[in-house]
């Protein structure tokens, strides 16, 4: 059975890094933040206020499927967080090695722009949340089921968890979760 990525995916201030370190605590999985994966020049664009384009993104989606390439060569499933605002973008993420699956946390631009203006300490300002907005592609019907399921993001942070385990079929002790946990590598 190959290693799982579970790519926790949605709009800055959805909610993204706190569930992706509560699933990978319950799941016993790394975790990384696809902000991290940013050349110096995406950062610099976003904190100066501009959107990326797709060919900021693309070599940063790239970065993000060799990191899970990486892992899944060592039989270790992972947790990553990701925006993965389009179907293209995702479609990088799903040419891993690994089975990638998708949480979006999803939100009313109101919902989650209340939650970005409170954050501090991070380079995307919240001035940028009407661009992802208008650039998300939510699942489609045909990407939602066993591999990617939307969550509403006004749930407690448990109950997120939660539902996506129990809908993807991801429960700690479950048949399909106990190879993932034995090299945290």
């Known amino acids: 059975m190959p290693a799982t990525c579970l790519v926790v995916m949605g709009v800055s201030g959805a909610g993204k890094s706190t569930i992706a370190a509560r699933l990978a605590g319950e799941l016993g999985w790394p975790m990384a933040e696809a902000d991290e994966f940013h050349p110096e020049a995406n950062i610099a664009k976003m904190s100066a206020g ?11 989606l790239h970065t993000i499927r060799a990191w899970i390439d990486e892992h899944a060569s060592n039989g270790t499933s992972v947790v990553v967080t990701c925006s993965a605002l389009k179907r293209t973008y ?26 970005l203006s409170g954050r501090s300490g991070h380079f995307m300002p919240p001035a940028l949340l009407e661009s992802q907005f208008a650039d998300l592609e939510p699942l489609a019907a045909d990407e939602e089921g066993r591999d ?15 539902e996506a385990l129990d809908r993807l079929g991801l429960r700690p002790g479950s048949a399909g979760t106990a190879h993932d946990t034995a090299d945290l590598g």
Do not use: K, N
């Open 148 to 162: 990617a399921v939307a969550v509403d993001v006004t749930a407690t942070p448990e109950q997120i968890t939660a």
């Open 90 to 115: 995702r479609d990088v993420l799903r040419q891993a090695t690994a089975d990638v699956r998708f949480v979006h946390l999803s939100g009313t631009p109101d919902t989650v722009g209340g939650r």
């Open 50 to 60: 501009t959107p990326l384009t797709d060919a900021d993104r693309m070599p940063w």
